[in-house]
């Protein structure tokens, strides 16, 4: 079966500007897991979410140039969102005070049976809804 990757906003961020912080290569720990994903044929999930939180910071040319590493091998899907999936990541929202766009990716990756991938700690604290990895944890 094809493993699927539900990549958080930060991840993208973090490959295309080859971001690190004071002790660890983060863009370089995302650039080695998109090419463990295209070596093993995995597919990487976004959603219009993933792309309204990218247009913060890119033009959509830029964001086309960002998924190209894996559109261009036919790996990128995009997965819609149901208003069910909207309710859900608004009650976890409210119940645990967590922002809704990190809800509504967990929830997202639950139920496209996706590995999350994430760096930010609010997805320590959606564990029961979906597991995370950072980067560097799959490679």
């Known amino acids: 079966m094809q493993k699927r990757y539900y990549l958080d906003t930060s991840i993208w961020r973090d490959f295309y500007e080859n971001r690190k912080d004071r002790f660890r290569p983060l863009g370089e720990w995302a650039f080695e897991l998109f090419k ?32 190209s590493i894996v559109a261009g091998k036919g ?3 995009k997965v819609e969102i149901s208003q ?6 608004g009650n976890l929202c409210n119940i645990r005070n967590i922002p809704f766009n ?16 994430a760096r930010d700690h609010h997805f320590e604290l959606l564990a029961d ?11």
């Open 36 to 67: 463990k994903i295209i070596r093993e044929k995995s597919a990487v999930l976004y959603s219009e979410a993933t792309f309204k939180e990218l247009r913060d910071y890119f033009s959509i040319d830029e964001i086309k140039r960002i998924f």
């Open 75 to 77: 790996l990128l899907e």
């Open 84 to 89: 069910e999936q909207k309710r859900g990541a």
């Open 102 to 117: 990190d809800c509504l990716h967990a929830v997202l990756a639950r139920d496209n049976s996706a590995i999350m991938v």
């Open 129 to 139: 809804i979906t597991e995370s990895k950072k980067p560097e944890e799959l490679l």
